[in-house]
């Protein structure tokens, strides 16, 4: 009797799935000095983290800080932040 090997191949989705981890593992961390001036809105402030990559999704993050009421706790200052901080990590940073 013969014996068949076969290799598994794993499927497109679970390819694209570990080539996305292992890029996320290659990401270095994004650091960024965020400048919040007078009368600076939420939104400006969400928009200049996520075109610095600091954050992906601008609007999320806006809205973040509005429903946990950061948004009338900010605070004029030079702030640095990285983009492995979580949306509270950096509401609490521009709200200190």
């Known amino acids: 009797m013969e014996e068949t090997k076969k290799t598994v191949q ?5 390819k694209d799935l ?6 996320k593992k ?3 961390i994004v650091s960024y000095t965020i400048k919040v ?3 600076m809105t939420t939104t400006e402030i969400a928009d200049r983290l996520s075109k610095e990559k600091i954050i992906d ?3 999320g993050f806006e809205a973040y800080i509005n429903e946990h009421d950061f948004s009338k706790k900010v605070q004029i200052c030079e702030f640095v932040v990285t983009n492995n901080m979580t949306y509270r990590q950096l509401a609490n940073t521009l709200t200190h």
């Open 37 to 39: 001036k007078t009368n």
């Open 26 to 28: 290659d990401q270095s």
């Open 18 to 23: 570990l080539e996305n981890e292992a890029s």
């Open 10 to 14: 794993p499927k497109d989705a679970d």
């Open 57 to 59: 999704d601008a609007a």
